[in-house]
């Protein structure tokens, strides 16, 4: 019971954390591409790093060479995204550094002394990164689509626009959801709709579980 009652803990300290750092990017569904591939190259070089890390009887310093090598990994895609798409890098900003702390949220979901081999932890851990990578492109395209009335892809000159849904200005009531308070909202409905469905499938286990004893 105190497992269970600390995964659950974790998976949701995950997605409050996770959920949190889509919000200051841009409402386009090119950034959150972006994201996703920043996002899943790191919880990959996380799980290498720490066996590299542990060849080097290094363990005591792992949560500090992590975070060094996650920067360094940020400044690199940075500077590769740069010379791809000057207006994207600069349109990101320092929020390019954010997958990174998501990314570590992941790494620490689940102890490296669960039981799990190199091979199970790196598929658990993308695993986990790619079902959070499906619900931010998911968040992004419906900001993008409701907000914009577009879908937007990277491109080397900017973003790469298809039109459609036609809005007018005076009844662009979505744009809102491009916003980052709309964003806040769609965070909270999102968490509204989480915790009400674990609250039911936590009662109906439950109560199979009084039925059994």
């Known amino acids: 019971m105190r497992t269970y009652r600390m995964e659950k803990e974790a998976s949701f300290g995950f997605m409050l954390s996770s959920f949190a750092l889509v919000i200051p990017f841009?409402?386009?569904?090119?950034?959150?591409i972006l994201l996703v591939i920043l996002l899943n190259v790191q919880v990959l070089s996380i799980s290498f790093f720490r066996r590299l890390v542990e060849?080097?009887?290094?363990?005591d310093l792992l949560s500090v060479l992590t975070a060094a090598m996650l920067?360094?990994?940020s400044i690199?895609?940075?500077?590769?995204?740069?010379?791809?798409?000057?207006?994207?890098?600069?349109?990101?900003s320092f929020a390019i550094y954010l997958p990174a702390v998501s990314s570590f949220v992941i790494s620490r979901l689940r102890p490296s002394d669960s039981g799990l081999d190199s091979r199970g932890?790196?598929?658990d851990k993308l695993g986990q990164s790619l079902s959070f990578s499906a619900l931010s492109l998911l968040f992004f395209l419906i900001r993008?689509?409701?907000?914009?009335?577009?879908?937007?892809?990277?491109?080397?000159k900017g973003l790469l626009c298809l039109n459609i849904l036609s809005q007018s200005e005076d009844a662009h009531v979505g744009v809102f959801?491009?916003?980052?308070?709309?964003?806040?909202?769609?965070v909270t409905v999102s968490f509204i709709l989480v915790w009400q469905t674990r609250r039911k499938f936590d009662s109906l286990g439950g109560a199979s579980d009084d039925g059994v004893a």
């Open 177 to 186: 959801l491009a916003s980052i308070p709309g964003a806040i909202l769609l």
């Open 121 to 123: 932890e790196v598929k």
């Open 26 to 32: 841009p409402g386009r569904l090119a950034y959150g």
């Open 71 to 73: 920067i360094c990994e």
């Open 55 to 59: 060849l080097l009887h290094l363990d």
């Open 76 to 92: 690199i895609f940075k500077q590769i995204l740069a010379l791809y798409s000057p207006l994207m890098a600069l349109t990101l």
């Open 144 to 156: 993008d689509v409701l907000g914009y009335g577009t879908l937007t892809l990277p491109g080397r």
